[in-house]
């Protein structure tokens, strides 16, 4: 997939810093198959925040992992789809803003598992579901839940030259 344009930038700078190009980010993560340390942010149905550390790849565009129907999480995206996904990158830490969805066609599912397998995590798909031998404790028992997120906003906050920190905005 071809790289999302921003539909709005906005300097968040409060030091003179130039704004941040999407090209930062985007070439960083493009170059990627697992994003290092994630977390995910979801609301409880009675509106208290959960925070979890998932594993996630970049496939498209869009940031996938998997979750146990079973764990808060994935209780919590059944419930309210808004969520946030939190990565530190090699020169930049990024905050997504936007919704998850369970992904349960077969091309979409053997197309994140072959990306999960070149990451070295050993995924099957069974049925409408992601399985293997091993996952992290957090994740809850197999067969796992493949879920697509879609942001609309990303936060950057450059931790090396040229610094900076911008918003991009784009087409939800």
């Not at 009675?46 to 979890?52: I, L």
């Given at each position: 997939m071809a790289e999302r344009a921003p539909i709005e930038t906005k300097n968040l700078d409060g030091y003179g810093?130039?704004?941040?190009p999407w090209s930062r980010p985007y070439n960083l993560l493009a170059g990627l198959i697992f994003l290092p340390t994630t977390i995910l942010g979801t609301v409880r149905p009675?509106?208290?925040?959960?925070?979890?550390g998932i594993g996630a790849v970049w496939l498209d565009g869009d940031i996938y992992f998997t979750s146990g129907p079973g764990t808060r999480k994935s209780r919590n995206l059944a419930a309210n789809p808004a969520c946030t996904i939190a990565t530190r990158l090699a020169t930049i830490d990024l905050v997504f803003e936007g919704e998850a969805a369970r992904v349960s066609d077969e091309p979409t599912l053997e197309q994140a598992a072959a990306r999960f397998r070149e990451g070295g995590w050993p995924v099957q798909v069974e049925g409408d579901a992601i399985t293997a031998p091993y996952a992290a404790p957090s994740a809850g028992p197999s067969p796992?839940?493949?879920y697509r997120f879609t942001f609309h906003t990303v936060i950057g906050n450059a931790i090396a030259e040229p610094n900076g920190a911008t918003l991009w905005r784009f087409e939800q």
């Open positions: 810093h130039a704004l941040l009675e509106g208290r925040p959960h925070a979890a796992w839940h493949l």
